[in-house]
């Protein structure tokens, strides 16, 4: 290979046991010392500790990440904070195999192993989005516990859109015994300030509490690109009983961007003033010289407005058995009014702008109820869950599409947002979507032997989609329409997957697992596209996971193939009709490691190697005639996706006095922006640095500078293959942390 009715639900609580008694056993692995490095705050968890994190990205069973035949990544908070990584983009990015940026509607999408978008499966605390691309937001980080990313097709923990991978964040959980704070303060350059504060109390052994609360703002480093944000996050915890543990959380979450950065538009090489290599193809370049403008109108505006409302009971039957019961809540109200495209018009010399007005009135709520079990069959332990799963989504949304005035690439006059009129734009839509997703799902883990598990899932999921579309007088026409559809999808997916431990603190593993993603977004999809039915997708992967050198180093190592099947493409006959019957595959390596050198001097570093190729795709073009057809596709690159990552980050805390240093660099490989592959956007090596002294008063100051180097560079590719999201100059921010 090369590798480059909700009181209906509540009875999902009562589910069927199976027999089954309790574990004497445990595993078999030996435990290695740790190091643990006295006097610095904030250190990170000893390495050794790495591989027993749990993870419910993952699974339902409880398994840490090293009983887990698949890849699995956690970033814990003490992480983010001492790597610096701000936002869940930052966050996401420093895991391997995983891009992440900006679109105009879709803040926060990634692409992990070669898929991007829809195919990656996104939740909050277990509790997922029908449309992720809808849901994924670019938080703080400061509001999580921990975010959990599972690699490969996941749709039997996860549902449908887990095709490349899940994405969990966890937010900051009710501890008992425990009572403790602690607060941030940063403030950095484009006048950027992050200031939050969590606590803990837990006044007896039977109830704990929580509250966290973030508020962030910045100048943006483009022109009048302001924007700030409020994350409010609450927990409790109770145990009346030594069998019954209650939960409740709320979360609030708030974005606001005025008008937001929409990416930099490419222009002729012979009409840019500094041009640069960041992006070659078609005769177009990056200019440097408009590094700073902002196209977008003066009054743009992207905003949401969320909460995330979650309970849950866990009732033990006995020793073995217990049952579990969950629901959830979700609402969101967003708005953009904004310029989203601009394109450089050689006729004019002018760039030429969309209009986009768009508004999501947005709920769901899920239950899950499940039976659970951990004892013994025949004297080796048994890990088994089954359950049911119903989702319900109601989604209203107008939509304003048109133009604007052109405007000077280098002197641009940006003007103002349309008043919603006919006259004012080309489509004028109303939507009204209904989603609701029954499951019901099994998984099981069986230890053979101590040294050996084999775990395997089943998920069958029920999708019913209704929709209604108005279409309003516009620009065009003067006609009402309403045009209703829908359909009802089934699917069913599996996994297979065994760990096994050749020695102590070494393991292998291997999977095969299935999935199934819609073929675009359930809730915005049209009468054509709802027609299609779900594409699906399949993984292998091999690996092997290993703490070593006395407990001083975590190890991972994975090898897969993902294919997906039935993608859109288009008919050799029709040029402008979609069918189903493409294919993509991606094909890759992992490794990622921490490892402790000394007791002041730690290192993590991963890397990640793919090929990822549409193995069949027509793709409809316009021919130089001016007439339509179909160019193949086959054997090109997905939008986005890089065949090389690198990350490393080491510090290194001086012996005699409280000061640590710290490191990073970033190596993201080229990526393209286009199906065609016409236009590619260079790689980039980033440079941060980091200085932190412990203060005499108690918390920890930071100093940390970020793309020291000042490198020029395309981060993320925008809706249009010719707009690129510039990555963001040198910067420098100062923060105070502190524990209580």
Avoid: C
Avoid at 359 to 376: C, I, K, L, P, V
Wanted: aromatic share 10%; no cysteine.
């Amino acid at each position: 290979m090369r590798v480059p009715g909700r009181a209906a639900i509540l009875a999902a609580s009562a589910l069927a046991a199976l027999p089954g008694a309790a574990l004497a056993q445990e595993g078999g692995v030996q435990q290695l010392d740790e190091i643990n490095v006295q006097g610095a705050p904030g250190d990170s968890e000893a390495p050794s500790r790495r591989l027993d994190r749990k993870a419910e990205a993952a699974s339902r069973l409880g398994l840490s990440v090293k009983e887990t035949p698949a890849t699995v990544d956690v970033i814990t908070q003490q992480q983010l904070q001492e790597e610096g990584r701000r936002s869940l983009i930052e966050a996401y990015s420093s895991a391997p195999g995983v891009v992440a940026g900006n679109l105009p509607g879709e803040p926060g999408a990634t692409a992990i192993r070669g898929f991007s978008r829809g195919a990656v499966g996104y939740s909050v605390d277990g509790f997922r989005a029908i449309d992720p691309l809808i849901a994924s937001r670019n938080y703080d980080s400061y509001s999580f516990d921990r975010i959990e990313i599972l690699k490969g097709p996941a749709s039997v923990v996860n549902g449908s859109g887990a095709l490349a991978g899940t994405i969990n964040v966890v937010t900051r959980k009710p501890e008992f015994g425990v009572n403790k704070a602690d607060g941030l303060l940063s403030y950095g350059s484009f006048d950027s300030v992050r200031s939050g504060a969590a606590f803990n109390v837990s006044p007896n052994e039977n109830v704990a509490a929580n509250a966290s609360v973030f508020y962030g703002r910045s100048d943006g480093w483009v022109n009048d690109t302001d924007s700030r944000n409020v994350q409010v996050t609450t927990g409790l915890a109770l145990t009346p009983t030594d069998r019954l543990k209650i939960t409740a959380a709320f979360d609030y979450f708030e974005d606001r961007y005025s008008t937001p950065y929409q990416g930099s538009p490419l222009l002729p090489a012979g009409v840019a003033r500094h041009p640069s290599g960041a992006v070659s193809g078609e005769g177009l370049v990056l200019d440097r010289s408009i590094r700073k403008k902002n196209y977008n109108v003066e009054d743009g505006l992207m905003k949401s407005d969320s909460i995330w409302a979650r309970t849950g009971a866990e009732y033990a039957l006995s020793d073995a058995w217990s049952l579990k019961s969950e629901f959830g809540y979700y609402s969101a109200d967003r708005y953009w009014a904004n310029s989203e495209d601009f394109t450089y018009n050689a006729a004019t010399g002018l760039l030429d702008r969309s209009t986009t007005l768009i508004t999501h009135d947005h709920q769901a709520w899920q239950y899950r109820g499940s039976a659970n079990y951990d004892g013994e069959i025949g004297g080796h332990r048994n890990r088994f869950t089954a359950g049911f799963e119903y989702m319900k989504t109601d989604f209203g949304s107008k939509r304003r599409f048109g133009t604007t005035t052109s405007i000077d690439p280098f002197a641009p006059i940006r003007g103002s947002f349309p008043s919603d009129i006919p006259a004012n734009f080309d489509t004028r839509q109303n939507f009204d979507s209904k989603v609701g997703n029954a499951s019901v799902f099994a998984e099981n883990a069986f230890n053979v032997t101590p040294e050996w598990i084999v775990v395997g899932g089943l998920r069958f999921d029920a999708i019913d989609l209704d929709r209604v579309v108005a279409d309003l007088p516009n620009a065009a026409s003067a006609t009402r329409t309403r045009t209703s559809f829908g359909n009802d999808y089934k699917a069913t997916s599996w996994r297979i997957g065994t760990v096994y431990d050749l020695a102590p603190g070494f393991s292998v593993f291997g999977q095969y697992t299935t999935a199934i993603t819609p073929v675009t977004t359930l809730l915005l999809s049209n009468m054509e596209r709802a027609a299609f039915d779900l594409s699906k997708g399949r993984s292998i992967e091999a690996g092997v996971k290993s703490t070593f050198w006395e407990g001083r180093a975590a190890a991972t190592a994975s090898v897969y193939q993902i294919d997906q099947d039935d993608i859109l493409t288009r008919s050799p006959t029709a040029p402008f009709l979609s069918v189903q019957g493409g294919s993509q595959r991606s094909r890759g390596v992992e490794f990622d490691l921490s490892v402790a050198v000394t007791e002041q001097w730690k290192i993590n570093a991963n890397a990640a190697l793919l090929k990822a190729e549409f193995t069949e795709l027509d793709e409809a073009i316009t021919r130089p005639n001016g007439k339509p057809g179909v160019a193949d596709r086959k054997g090109n690159r997905p939008v986005n996706v890089p065949e090389q990552i690198f990350n490393l980050w080491t510090t290194y805390r001086l012996p005699t006095v409280p000061v640590t240093f710290g490191a990073g660099l970033r190596h993201v490989g080229s990526f393209y922006t286009n199906n065609a592959n016409t236009i590619r956007v260079a790689g980039r090596t980033l440079l941060d640095a980091s200085i932190s002294y412990d203060v005499p008063v108690g918390g920890t100051v930071t100093l940390r500078g970020r793309n020291l180097t000042n490198k020029f560079y395309g981060e993320w590719s925008g809706y249009s293959d010719r707009q690129i999201y510039v990555g963001a100059p040198r910067s420098f921010d100062l923060t105070y942390s502190v524990k209580f």
